[in-house]
């Protein structure tokens, strides 16, 4: 089955126009664009020790997310804690027990992550 030319030749004047449109906006637009940033290691003696002082880089930023989520999780734990208080579920000392095993897991937490970003 042969397709009908006129619909061809439509489309053709139709996409070319708005894709070279497309085009010439990228263009512009990414002239605007910053320079790539050096990583935190330093920029490297070549391309491979470079790569590796950007993986260290997304490594450093994958630690914090963990980080991040143990905080996140504590403070959850010790809030659910605070709220079962009035209801009689749990005691002061429950929560402060819970306020104080959190704070020293995030310390180790830190700690571990760090020794570990280091060996890197």
Same mark, same amino acid.
């Given at each position: 089955?042969?397709?009908?030319?006129?619909?061809?030749?439509?489309?053709?004047?139709?996409?070319?126009?708005?894709?070279?449109?497309?085009?010439?906006?990228?263009?512009?637009?990414?002239?605007?664009?910053?320079?790539?940033?050096?990583?935190?290691?330093?920029?490297? /003696? @070549?391309? +491979?020790?470079?790569? !590796?002082?950007?993986?260290?880089?997304? #490594?450093?930023?994958?630690? *914090?997310?963990?980080?991040?989520?143990?905080?996140?999780?504590?403070?959850?734990?010790?809030?659910?804690?605070?709220?079962?208080?009035? /209801? @009689?579920? +749990?005691?002061?000392? !429950?929560?402060?027990?819970?306020?104080? #095993?959190?704070?020293?897991? *995030?310390?180790?937490?830190?700690?571990?992550?760090?020794?570990?970003?280091?060996?890197?």
């Amino acid at each position: 089955m042969r397709p009908n030319m006129k619909y061809i030749y439509t489309f053709i004047q139709k996409f070319i126009p708005a894709f070279l449109l497309s085009v010439s906006a990228f263009t512009v637009q990414a002239a605007g664009l910053p320079t790539l940033e050096d990583p935190s290691r330093g920029k490297g /003696t @070549g391309i +491979k020790q470079t790569l !590796q002082n950007y993986g260290f880089d997304m #490594v450093m930023l994958v630690a *914090l997310f963990v980080i991040s989520a143990m905080f996140i999780g504590v403070c959850y734990h010790a809030y659910i804690t605070f709220s079962e208080i009035h /209801t @009689g579920k +749990k005691t002061w000392g !429950q929560f402060g027990l819970t306020v104080a #095993v959190g704070a020293m897991l *995030l310390v180790i937490g830190i700690w571990l992550l760090t020794e570990a970003t280091g060996i890197l």
